[in-house]
């Protein structure tokens, strides 16, 4: 069997209730910010973004990237993992972290570097904090021969270097923010020369970067539908491995930032069951950090999808855009909002969230690291624990389900957390 499909799934069209479209705010309209998204997007992106279409073709250059990246992923059972916990459910994860920036954020990275480049784009703007984002987009752009500006919150770019080195390794101009590169930058500066940066302050120097300089464009490493769309190769691969082995999933596990390894990871599966009736029975589990509870505590309504308010607002379960999480080391689960579409699934009661403490979800990744000689990252490390906690479950009342994680990334580059918290 063929495991790389050659479309992405667009669970758009299926949905229970239509998507409600983004919006500009009323109170402090300055400008248009739905007006402002050709200018930062590639429009073959844009056309993902509002498509009604159920399945868009991979291109081939993407398809070939993918391959040479290591796709398909493995689908790997957690024998070790099973015995420890001495539960008769099966455990599978989907090995996003095997990837050369060792996280699932590639799978957009190279799409996104690709339509750029097609569409005659010379440079590729964006922001980071801890990195991963960064780094993926950095690696995409070095592959498709594109230029690659990246905005990184100046305390991450003191304190987390590795990423940082990376990023240059692979060519990108790695610059700390605020920068003295935008208007915005430069005004922060002379207030603070040590200002420490924020993601917010990054996104707004990188979207003024295009605004200003009409050969680039932004780039994004979650929350809108084109970046949801391009994971779902992880959740189409899955779907094939699980026939091939004769499983049907009981439950589900992704963890969620802005929502788009889970996402990618399960839409084909409540695609299917929308459409055909298949997987009725299967459970879908977002976990979250309790540091940024915007799905098991946040509010279903319009937010802008950035703390400075550039970008349109989207419908969306949040905390708040300008919720300051408290200071933890899943630095990809800070966000304060889910994607619309997984929000609007959640409020339809199709997914259902939980979320943990960063001592917890430590614990979990200490222990999987123990039996499956696999590191996950602290982002991750949210999916193991509910995997543990749904394991142990099914021992105390002897259920053989089949439970898949995502495994959206390792932790070799964040092992100072585990120092840190003395995990280990
Ligand atoms: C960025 C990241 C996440 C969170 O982002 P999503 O868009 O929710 O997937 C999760 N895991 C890893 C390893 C990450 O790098």
């Given at each position: 069997m063929n495991i790389l499909p050659s479309h992405w799934y667009n669970i758009v069209p299926d949905l229970p209730k239509p998507l409600p479209p983004p919006r500009d705010p009323e109170?402090?309209?300055?400008?248009?910010r739905i007006e402002l998204l050709p200018k930062l997007f590639p429009s073959e992106l844009l056309d993902q973004e509002f498509t009604a279409e159920r399945y868009i073709q991979i291109p081939g250059e993407v398809l070939d990237a993918y391959r040479r990246i290591g796709r398909p992923t493995p689908l790997v059972r957690a024998v070790n993992l099973e015995r420890l916990l001495n539960t008769p459910a099966r455990i599978y994860f989907k090995r996003e972290d095997l990837s050369p920036t060792g996280s699932h954020k590639i799978n957009t990275a190279l799409a996104q570097a690709y339509y750029a480049k097609k569409e005659g784009v010379q440079m590729l703007t964006t922001e980071t904090s801890a990195g991963q984002w960064g780094s993926a987009l950095a690696c995409a752009c070095a592959m498709f021969d594109i230029r690659c500006l990246v905005f990184m919150t100046r305390s991450s770019y003191i304190r987390k270097p590795y990423r940082r080195i990376l990023m240059k390794l692979y060519g990108a101009d790695v610059v700390p923010s605020p920068s003295d590169r935008t208007e915005i930058g430069r005004r922060l500066l002379m207030e603070n020369q040590e200002h420490p940066g924020s993601l917010g302050i990054a996104i707004s120097e990188a979207v003024e970067t295009c605004m200003k300089d009409g050969s680039a464009k932004y780039a994004v490493g979650s929350v809108m539908n084109f970046v949801l769309l391009h994971q779902t190769v992880i959740g189409l691969e899955t779907m094939r491995q699980l026939e091939e082995i004769g499983e049907i999933p009981d439950v589900m596990i992704g963890c969620v930032g802005g929502g788009s390894n889970f996402s990618g990871f399960i839409f084909p599966f409540i695609g299917n069951r929308l459409k055909?009736?298949?997987?009725?029975n299967t459970e879908f589990i977002a976990v979250e950090s309790k540091a940024s509870p915007k799905m098991t505590e946040g509010s279903y309504i319009y937010e802008h999808g950035d703390t400075a308010g550039y970008l349109p607002m989207l419908k969306m379960y949040t905390v708040g855009r300008s919720y300051v999480p408290p200071p933890i080391h899943a630095a990809g689960l800070r966000y304060h909002a889910a994607a619309p579409i997984l929000s609007l699934l959640i409020k339809e009661g199709l997914v259902k969230a939980v979320a943990y403490t960063q001592e917890e979800v430590l614990e979990a990744a200490r222990v999987f690291a123990r039996v499956e000689g696999i590191v996950p990252a602290p982002e991750t490390a949210h999916a193991v624990k509910q995997a543990i906690v749904e394991a142990e479950h099914c021992r105390r009342r002897n259920l053989k389900k089949t439970i898949i994680l995502c495994?959206?990334?390792?932790g070799l580059l964040d092992l100072s957390v585990f120092e840190e918290y003395g995990t280990y």
């Amino acid at each position: 069997m063929n495991i790389l499909p050659s479309h992405w799934y667009n669970i758009v069209p299926d949905l229970p209730k239509p998507l409600p479209p983004p919006r500009d705010p009323e109170d402090d309209y300055i400008f248009s910010r739905i007006e402002l998204l050709p200018k930062l997007f590639p429009s073959e992106l844009l056309d993902q973004e509002f498509t009604a279409e159920r399945y868009i073709q991979i291109p081939g250059e993407v398809l070939d990237a993918y391959r040479r990246i290591g796709r398909p992923t493995p689908l790997v059972r957690a024998v070790n993992l099973e015995r420890l916990l001495n539960t008769p459910a099966r455990i599978y994860f989907k090995r996003e972290d095997l990837s050369p920036t060792g996280s699932h954020k590639i799978n957009t990275a190279l799409a996104q570097a690709y339509y750029a480049k097609k569409e005659g784009v010379q440079m590729l703007t964006t922001e980071t904090s801890a990195g991963q984002w960064g780094s993926a987009l950095a690696c995409a752009c070095a592959m498709f021969d594109i230029r690659c500006l990246v905005f990184m919150t100046r305390s991450s770019y003191i304190r987390k270097p590795y990423r940082r080195i990376l990023m240059k390794l692979y060519g990108a101009d790695v610059v700390p923010s605020p920068s003295d590169r935008t208007e915005i930058g430069r005004r922060l500066l002379m207030e603070n020369q040590e200002h420490p940066g924020s993601l917010g302050i990054a996104i707004s120097e990188a979207v003024e970067t295009c605004m200003k300089d009409g050969s680039a464009k932004y780039a994004v490493g979650s929350v809108m539908n084109f970046v949801l769309l391009h994971q779902t190769v992880i959740g189409l691969e899955t779907m094939r491995q699980l026939e091939e082995i004769g499983e049907i999933p009981d439950v589900m596990i992704g963890c969620v930032g802005g929502g788009s390894n889970f996402s990618g990871f399960i839409f084909p599966f409540i695609g299917n069951r929308l459409k055909d009736g298949d997987f009725k029975n299967t459970e879908f589990i977002a976990v979250e950090s309790k540091a940024s509870p915007k799905m098991t505590e946040g509010s279903y309504i319009y937010e802008h999808g950035d703390t400075a308010g550039y970008l349109p607002m989207l419908k969306m379960y949040t905390v708040g855009r300008s919720y300051v999480p408290p200071p933890i080391h899943a630095a990809g689960l800070r966000y304060h909002a889910a994607a619309p579409i997984l929000s609007l699934l959640i409020k339809e009661g199709l997914v259902k969230a939980v979320a943990y403490t960063q001592e917890e979800v430590l614990e979990a990744a200490r222990v999987f690291a123990r039996v499956e000689g696999i590191v996950p990252a602290p982002e991750t490390a949210h999916a193991v624990k509910q995997a543990i906690v749904e394991a142990e479950h099914c021992r105390r009342r002897n259920l053989k389900k089949t439970i898949i994680l995502c495994f959206s990334g390792h932790g070799l580059l964040d092992l100072s957390v585990f120092e840190e918290y003395g995990t280990y």
